[in-house]
């Protein structure tokens, strides 16, 4: 039989990957076996945070032999340096996968500055 000890005081984390374009930044984190309300996302002072909880999904009346399953609390905070426009962020969840679309304010996209030729 094995015996592990785990330590449910960490912070687990999680995989992400950001991509921008011109108007706007996605995020994507790799969470699964979780549904929506289970993560939290917050956008405070130019930190994007997703966190949450796994939970133990022993069934009662079996012996746990092993387990590879995360248990505990997870985050991750991002800091985005250009301005956004917070009230179009969006977010969506897939097949674990959770997508944060978040758009960028006018001032952050890049300017095509015209030459005047005299």
Known sequence: ???????????LSFPLEMKAT????????MLPGLSAEEINIRF??????????YTSIS???????????PVGRFS?????????VMDKIEASMKDGILTIHIPKAEEAKPKTI????K
């Open 59 to 69: 069934e009662e009346g079996k012996e746990c032999l092993f387990s590879e399953m």
């Open 44 to 53: 405070e002072d130019g930190v994007l945070t997703i966190d949450g909880e």
């Open 114 to 117: 015209k030459i005047n030729a």
């Open 76 to 84: 991750r905070s991002i800091r985005i340096k250009e301005s956004i």
């Open 1 to 11: 039989m094995m015996d592990e000890t785990y330590n449910t005081d960490r912070v």
């Open 22 to 29: 011109e108007n706007d930044y996605t995020l994507k984190a």
